[in-house]
């Protein structure tokens, strides 16, 4: 059971959660969920249909897709994040001055090569105006680790966030110029997290906090795609998301009048994913060559605070403040020969976090991104798709103070982040 004392340990619970993502997207949203959509940075959205990726960006699109159409990829991120200490350090009620953290800047908390895998189905039922599909995505997730002795502990250690989304779903054409489509959205999320604790004396060596559980739950989306001569327009929403994380936490290490904290006890923790809403331009211009624009809205700021409930005990509260998000892409393509395709794109997303609560969890800003691709059809029936993107992230400095055990310890945290990611992506469609 948690003392009042212990109370602060247990928000730190939802400042984990809620900075369970990583640097290369808005708040812990994963953009890449499209290997061929990453060469022209997103541009094509809801208005280019042209493989079975559309299934999660508009699945009206799958209407301009003949006969049954299968991709699958992954793309391998590359991420280079650094912390720098900037004087943090820590205080305990009734002494005077403070006492610095001390520690290493933790490495680079990202594994060497994440991977994010997709998966698309799409099927015409004969010759029928109906189209069926199944999509399947990671559309959120983490997996950092600073070294243990990493000046922000207090903050973060360990964060290991998954989402799993499978997507059924189905599309119908209205006429030549109209389509709809729409899916469910079923989703698995498991989080593991852990970090340090301060006990009373600076002298003391750290506790340890962790935590995991795991939820699913359901979500829908719909989407729109007309066209009109050699312009196409889409508009899609993807719904919120609302997740009952399920777990348990473990206390340990604590000392002193602090060691009836240490102990393990379930808690769950609401943790709303944000509604989504992608409107997006294709034109071609010229014969083999197309624009794209695209721009996203992001329902962040429904995620203001994080409750955490204990087995025993009160709901502990965690304001975020999260700011609705936006990002607009812009793309071109062109094909160059009957067989290959080559494209670029470009695209600004704003951060929905809030420069006052910034954490060591998500090393997060703004973000531009730079990209380019390729398509080569091997076959009538087989393509291979490439992608590499840059993405540069907005320097950050955090300077937070958080309060454990009832205010009796402060920590100050002051850390300089800077990162950016390379991406390498693939996938290979097959029409039959």
């Not at 960006?57 to 299968?70: H, S, Y």
């Not at 350090?89 to 933790?106: E, L, N, Y």
Request: aromatic residues 8%; hydrophobic residues 40%; charged residues 15%.
């Amino acid at each position: 059971m948690l003392s009042s004392r212990g109370c602060r340990i247990a928000i730190m619970l939802a400042s984990a959660l809620a900075g369970a993502g990583p640097a290369v997207a808005g708040g812990f949203y994963l953009q890449e969920q499209s290997p061929k959509e990453i060469g022209r940075a997103f541009s094509g959205g809801a208005a280019a249909p042209d493989d079975p990726s559309t299934i999660f960006f508009n699945p009206a699109g799958m209407t301009e897709l003949e006969g049954v159409q299968i991709s699958t990829g992954g793309t391998l991120l590359f991420i280079d994040s650094v912390q720098a200490d900037q004087g943090s350090a820590r205080t305990v009620a009734g002494q005077t001055g403070t006492v610095p953290i001390g520690g290493s800047d933790g490495g680079s908390p990202f594994h060497r090569v994440v991977p994010v895998p997709s998966f698309y189905a799409s099927a015409r039922i004969g010759d029928s105006p109906l189209w069926v599909g199944l999509g399947v995505s990671a559309p959120f997730g983490l997996k950092l680790d600073y070294a243990p002795d990493f000046f922000g502990r207090y903050d973060s250690l360990a964060s290991d966030l998954k989402t799993y989304n499978i997507q059924p779903s189905a599309a119908l054409k209205l006429g030549d110029a109209v389509a709809i489509g729409g899916g469910i959205d079923v989703q698995y999320a498991k989080v593991s997290l852990t970090n340090a604790l301060p006990n009373l004396s600076s002298n003391d060596p750290d506790g340890h906090y962790s935590v995991s559980g795991d939820d699913i739950s359901v979500g829908w989306n719909f989407g729109i795609l007309a066209k009109a001569g050699p312009a196409r327009f889409g508009l899609h929403y993807r719904s919120r998301i609302e997740h009952k994380i399920s777990g348990s936490q473990e206390l340990s290490g604590l000392l002193g009048p602090l060691a009836a904290g240490n102990g393990t006890q379930n808690v769950t923790a609401p943790l709303a994913l944000p509604d989504i809403v992608t409107a997006s331009a294709a034109l071609t211009v010229t014969l083999g060559t197309r624009l794209m624009a695209t721009g996203r809205y992001y329902n962040w700021s429904l995620f203001q605070r994080l409750e955490i409930i204990p087995e025993t005990g009160g709901p502990l509260r965690k304001e975020l403040r999260y700011k609705d998000s936006w990002s607009i892409a812009l793309g071109a393509e062109h094909d160059f020969s009957d067989r290959l395709t080559l494209r670029a794109g470009a695209m600004f997303d704003k951060t929905p976090t809030n420069p006052d609560y910034l954490s060591t969890r998500v090393p997060d800003g703004d973000r531009t991104w730079a990209t380019m691709g390729a398509t080569y059809d091997l076959t009538d029936h087989l393509s291979i798709n490439l992608s590499y993107a840059h993405v540069f992230i907005e320097e950050q400095l955090m300077d937070r103070t958080d309060g454990f055990y009832g205010g009796a310890v402060d920590i100050t945290m002051l850390s300089h982040s800077t990162g950016n990611v390379d991406m390498l992506a693939t996938s290979v469609t097959a029409r039959f």
